[in-house]
């Protein structure tokens, strides 16, 4: 079949075809998850952050590491949104696909993680006996990279409830003090 004669129905839904731009009517909703997400995990692994370069008594080898995961994580909260504009909207697919930097950044964001992902999903849509959807994969793909990214978001909490001193050290910086039952 002749690719150049193809048009698609819906534009929203329209596949790769050459240099086309792909955008799908769901990928605003992958948008607003990226972004709550992103936004979210700021303020949390700046705290982690914080606390280690303030208390003395957190700096261990082990602290260090979590500390070091914190950098990496605000790293990604603070780029995550450029990724996510450019991946999940009309202009900025049409901006990366006419750059070839951007379309590195694209390239780089996109990580091992998500290509396992895809492989998993296909893999398992795969091994099902009855007939499937591919746009089911495509949407669960994508929705699973929101998840992946909550890894950024919830790092802090997890360090604050099972590191007492991580926890001591949050209470501090935030000025919660500590009542006469313990809490």
Excluded at 89 to 109: D, I, M, P, R
Excluded at 146 to 160: C, R, S
Excluded at 164 to 179: Q, S
Aim: net charge positive; charged share 15%; glycine share 6%.
């Amino acid at each position: 079949m002749d690719n150049s004669t193809f048009e698609p129905l819906n534009v929203t839904d329209a596949a790769v075809i050459g240099e086309t731009v792909v955008y799908r009517s769901w990928y605003q909703g992958v948008l607003a998850c990226d972004l709550v997400i992103l936004a979210a995990g700021i303020p949390g692994n700046l705290l982690t952050i914080l606390a280690y370069f303030k208390y003395k008594q957190l700096q261990s080898p082990t602290n260090l590491l979590i500390c070091s995961q914190s950098i990496g994580d605000l790293f990604t909260c603070l780029t995550g949104p450029i990724f996510a504009v450019l991946n999940y909207t009309e202009v900025g697919q049409a901006l990366a696909s006419s750059n070839k930097y951007l379309c590195l950044f694209h390239y780089k964001h996109s990580g091992v993680r998500h290509r396992e992902v895809i492989a998993a999903s296909v893999q398992f849509a795969a091994s099902l006996e009855r007939k499937w959807d591919p746009k089911w994969v495509l949407v669960a793909n994508e929705y699973s990279k929101a998840v992946l990214v909550a890894n950024t978001l919830v790092n802090p909490f997890i360090y604050g409830w099972k590191n007492k001193p991580f926890r001591d050290a949050y209470n501090k910086l935030l000025g919660i003090r500590k009542t006469s039952n313990g809490a």
